[in-house]
């Protein structure tokens, strides 16, 4: 136990059986219930759980910051000796900002949009040091230069807007930092960027951190994250820790059943599975507290009688401590390695097709967001573009799954809104079955076309018309179609297809709001499948939902496609992901393509320097403590993307050649990329393939006959008729 | 900016124009102008050399020109009933509507803000609620209902105030102004309340909400955090970011106070130009309402203009677009 | 059903707040005395066979000289005032509701036209809800009252007075539907419910039947509300200033201007009276605006 348990003397922050409810007509909720930790000085805290959890909720009542209607029902909260809950409103004051720094989610929304970046840490400092203000500004340039602001002398008069989500992140992390707290609370602090941006941030908060020997307790979902940088790990349940120990011990040697099947639904890079294992139904709401039973037995696998009669205390179990009554035997029977269910060979999947059913030749959307005339005439700024989509040419056999990974602004939503004809191309063409989809003219052949691509959108809780019951959301495609239900034909498909994606014929009488965000998912593919569509198209579909969650919906997806003999188009921003579900993917980077590969070899032995940096800012799960290799810089504007290569301006490899030549697509053992350095042999190319040779994965030119040019221009979106 | 200034400037003189096009048909096509100003018994050739006089004979074009000309010029006609210059009447009139707008204007915003930030720093305290229960009273009262209610009590019943008129006046130049003497002060309070409190309670309102709306942001959250103190989290970081959306409806606030004073002035028999308008009205007397209509659309769009301006200086993001445009 | 109304938040907020209740109950109260002027009326005060001078500037019946026969006091020409009222309040409503139905459907209608096509329609419709906004709603309602008096042979006046009414109200106001419900239409537009309908080639006007009228209407039952408050007023203040109901049918505005000549003679009923109930019925109706607001959406508390 004491082994766990940090030892009192440097211990920093000591929360004992803290519970937390939420008002409500209907009686108190509790969202905390009993939970107990510490952090010692200079120790990194990790606390994981998915959403509802209440991580963020222990985050802000450690400040008494709670949103309204919450409060502290009982327990400690005792820092640096001192009790600190209930604290009133000047006392309490003096704890945060001083004593207890906060970071929270999003930069974009964290920093007062009125007032220079300069002047909201000065004022911190001033208050808080109660230093005189020439001093606090000094100090303010100073801590701007610390978290790695270039020239911060001239960025302290800058506003907020003027920088870029990362380098707003940074500006956070000094205002939560420069009044020097001895404990940092971190509430999701990279959960809003990307993923080459969240090594940096990780990196500097852990150097902040150990150079002051500052304390932080960092809330996240992401297990990436804890993996990186924390110390000890606790793993909580609806408003319960049910799992707390080093952070070694709870990634690999898991005992509570929840963080055994929380590690199994990550999905990983590495070796392509299959199926991931998933756990079945998802996290309850909050009840009336307290709970009478252990809140996850309805979902473990490992439930016995005594599960469902009381709570099972915190206790030692195995090298961790866990909240459950099995915990010694279900750990034991777990380990991180033997995570997978049957490691399917990559090439046992069906041979697709030769002939392409998707065909992307060239496709290009530049979207004009020049200011009025009148504003162009007497400043500076000229038209502005943005290139979205820059010159795209794949293609996707029947029944392949191909996916686009890149980061936000690289433009593979916008590919999903050309292919789907919800967004008309600037240029380029994309064809189904060689009837051309975009520029979509209207004409009788490209409308029954287009009728075969469906989609899936990302958020769960926006794609449902909030009016609708899920029987006429899932109905309105055959409706659409001119299909009548004089024999119950659409009642009954209906029923059908809520069964294949696990609802229940009665939830098509209820509304999406009695769903949570993975039901929701389900729901709108179902609807994309009552579409009988061949081509499927799914835009982040799992990005908003929980990894217990995701791993149910990514299975759903697999063995969906499998039935129906889908051809996808899969965009998603995580990798992980990705190598699960994709035959092929493609890698984009401001509006191009840099390099399409099997998954297996682009995660193994990536060959385009930008994949390799997006392989690299995965955090590596199977290794603990693994330091994610932090690329610098930010994804420049694509207002203003840079000329020849566009990673040049990040590029360790950049040539002047590469400044000025865009490249263009060559194989390269199996693979496809298009980089200068490689074509120059600068990077070692394996003369060994991975997996069978990569049929061209793009158009030849002049494949496609001349795109039908629109009779109108769609008047839903401004778009500029460029080039 | 100068972009910004220059299309606010052409929208706003294409309001006026629109505003004067309506003026003119009035003119045009709302009763005949001769026929008012000669009375029953001219003759045709009395009537004939008139309308030769006034111009009426020549193309609609070239008389809607001739009319902005002569505005532009001040020359606004002669009142139908009157029979004087209009420019002269409105001249006399000005400085009574302009001072009532302006203290009842000061009246609304300064009461207004401050009631409305304080109804929202501490939404549960009993002030807030007597301001929240002021407001829903004051949107719920007919501005005229006000100023009869204020006459009994005050002039009527305790006597303390007149009921009507702007008391003594003194004249600086052109201008007559009653803040210089007591009675002209006195005189001024009852209209003045009159005035502003519908608009006071609509600014009281959005401050509220915005305010509201500012308190629950991340960024206040962050401050709070940072353990900045109350006072200046909520009147130096909220309120700023309050006060952007603020000023444009203020300012629609205002220009409708200039309108909203034909009531009071009925009301107060004050006499100024909405006075003067609403007894035109009663006898269509064509130059004085379309002079009038013409002079408050240019106040009106003149003061959003102004405030469009200063919105546009309060936050630095609507200065640089791109910016905002690329940061999207 | 009926448990599941009683079950439900508006519900519960609605009996949690006994001020709404009683607003809701006069409101009601206003309306039904309205409906049945005629028969809850204790006197017919436009049947001149019943009105006599005699019984002029009667005060109330609490005050030296009332009777209970003319309970809140008569007017000049002996009218009784609580009838009045009754008759007056009907005018008032007559002319209120049909005037807030209407600024609605052109508001909503051009809304959602200009959130849904956006370009060019939006641009040329926000164009003009901005320099309809540009005059305040009282004055567009006087220069149309005002072209339209001088229009109108003198003597359909009277008679054509509550449609100029309706009619100038309802363009004054429509701009406070349009521009929410174009701002709401805009949000929903983007969300991916109707990416979706689009993808099924639904024809636009469908969507936004089928899926983005209903999502905006919340809003716009709030601002009718706030709207048939606001309608009631302007409609008093217009007759108040002269230019709307006329003395032959006259609206609750009309009773104070009558009222008004009388306030320094010591009259103060004749005034007063009209007034009180017109501010309790506009106070009423804004206080259901404020509770629906509340209702909808319990963030802007």
Known sequence: MSSIRASADRTLLEVDRLSVEFVTRRGALRAIDEVSFDIRRGEILGMVGESGAGKSLIGSSLIGLMPPGAGIASGTIRFDGREIQGLGGEAMRKVRGRRIGTIFQDPLTSLNPLFT?????????????????????????????????????????????????????????????????????????????????????????????????????????????????????????????????????????????????????????????????????????????????????????????????????????????????????????????????????????????????????????????????????????????????????????????????????????????????LLAPTGGQAA????????????????????????????????????????????????????????????????????????????????????????????????????????????????????????????????????????????????????????????????????????????????????????????????????????????????????????????????????????????????????????????????????????????EAGELPAAPRPASRGWRERVLQAR | MVGVFLRRLAQSILVVLIVALIAFCLFQFVGDPVHNMLGQDATPQQQAELRQRLGLDQPTIVQFARFIANFAQGDLGLSYRMGRPVSQLIAERLPATIELSLVSGLFAVVFGIWMGVAAAVAPDSPLSRLYMTISLVGTSLPPFFVGILLIIVFAVTLGWLPSFGRGEVVQIGFWSTGLLTLSGLKALILPSITLGLFQLTLIMRLVRSQMLEVLRSDYIKFARARGLPEPIVNYRHALKNTLVPIITITGLQLGSIIAFSIITETVFQWPGMGLLFIQAVGFADIPIIASYLLLVSMLFVGINLACDLLYHYVDPRLLDRTVAAASR | MLSRILDSDAF??????????????????????????????PHNPFDLSTVSLLDAKSPPVWQEGGSWTYPLGTDHQGRDILSAIIYGTRVSLLVALPSTLIAMTIGVTLGLLAGYAGGRVDSALMRLADIQLSFPAILVALLIDGIARVLAPKSLHDELAIWVMILSISLATWVHFARPVRAQTMVERRKDYVQAARLLQIPAMAIVMRHILLNVIEPVLVIATVGFGLAIITEATLSFLGVGMPASQPSLGTLVRTGNDFLFSGFWWMAIFPGTALLMLVMSVNLIGDWLRDVFNPRLR
């Open chain 1, 117 to 421: 970046v300069g002047r909201q840490i000065s004022e911190t400092i001033a208050v808080q040091l109660e230093v005189s203000h020439a001093e606090a500004d000094r100090r303010a340039v100073e801590w701007l230069a610390r978290v790695g602001l270039p020239d911060p002398g001239r960025r302290f008069d800058s506003y907020p807007h003027e920088f870029s989500g990362g380098m707003r992140q940074r500006v956070v992390v000094a205002l939560a930092l420069c009044a020097e707290p001895d404990l940092v609370i971190a509430d999701e602090p990279t959960t809003a960027l990307d993923v080459s941006v969240q090594a940096q941030i990780i990196e500097l908060l852990r150097e902040l951190a150990r150079e002051r020997n500052t304390a932080l307790l960092l809330i996240t979902h992401d297990m990436g994250v804890i993996a990186e940088i924390t110390d000890r790990v606790a793993v909580l349940y609806v408003g319960r820790i049910v799992e707390i120990g080093r952070m070694a011990d709870i990634l690999q040697r898991p005992s509570h059943p929840y963080t055994v099947g929380l590690m199994h639904s990550i999905p990983r890079l590495g070796a392509q599975a299959a199926r991931l294992r998933q756990m079945e139904g998802a996290m309850p709401r909050l009840s009336a507290a307290p709970w009478r039973h252990c809140a996850f037995s309805p979902r473990c696998p490992a439930t016995i009688e005594r599960c469902r009669a009381s709570p099972p205390p915190l206790v030692p179990a195995g090298k961790t401590e866990a909240a459950c009554f099995r915990a010694g035997e279900v750990g034991a029977a777990a380990t991180a390695g033997g995570t997978r269910e049957g490691e399917a060979q990559p090439a046992a999947t069906a041979a697709p097709a030769r002939s392409p059913h998707l065909v992307v030749d060239d496709l290009t959307c530049h979207f004009d967001v020049s200011p009025a005339l009148i504003d162009r005439m007497f400043e500076r700024g000229g038209r502005s573009v943005v290139r979205a989509v820059d010159g795209v040419s794949f293609h996707i056999r029947r029944g392949q799954t191909f996916a686009l990974v890149g980061e936000s602004g690289c433009g593979k939503s916008t590919i999903a809104r050309l292919v789907t004809g």
């Open chain 1, 432 to 699: 189904l079955d060689g009837v051309s989809i975009a520029p979509y003219a209207g004409d009788p052949t490209q409308r029954a076309a287009l009728r075969e691509v469906q989609m899936v959108f990302q958020d769960p809780y926006s794609s449902l018309d909030p009016r609708w019951t899920v029987g006429k959301i899932i109905a309105e495609p055959m409706r659409a179609r001119g299909m009548d239900d004089a024999d119950g034909r659409i009642t009954k498909r209906v029923v059908e297809l809520l069964e294949q994606v696990g609802l229940s014929a009665a939830d098509g009488r209820r509304f999406p709001h009695a769903f949570s965000g993975g039901q929701r998912q389900r729901i709108s593919i179902a609807r994309a499948l009552a579409g009988t569509p061949k081509l499927l198209v799914c835009d982040e579909p799992t990005s908003a939902l929980d990894v217990s969650v995701q791993a149910q919906i990514l299975n759903l997806m697999k063995d969906l496609q499998r039935d129906h003999h889908l051809t996808m188009l899969f965009i998603s921003h995580d990798l992980a992901v990705v190598n699960f579900v994709a035959d092929v993917v493609g890698v984009m980077y401001l509006g191009r393509l840099c390099e399409i590969a099997a998954p297996t070899t682009l995660f193994e032995r990536p060959l385009h320097p930008y994949s390799r940096m997006l392989r690299d800012a995965v955090p590596d799960l199977s290794v603990i403590g693994h330091k994610r290799r932090a690329v610098q810089g930010d994804v420049p504007s694509p207002l203003a993307p840079p000329p020849g290569c566009r990673f040049h301006t990040r590029c360790p490899l950049a040539s002047e050649r590469c400044r000025a030549e865009v490249p263009v697509m060559h194989e390269y053992a199996g693979a496809w990329a298009a980089c200068h350095a490689l074509e120059e042999g600068r990077i070692d190319i394996p003369a060994q393939r991975l997996v069978g040779d990569l049929p061209k994965p793009m158009p």
């Open chain 3, 12 to 41: 519960h907020s609605f009996s949690r707040q006994p001020l709404v209740v009683v607003a809701a109950l006069l409101a009601a109260l206003f309306v039904l005395a309205a409906l049945l002027a005629p028969w809850v009326a």
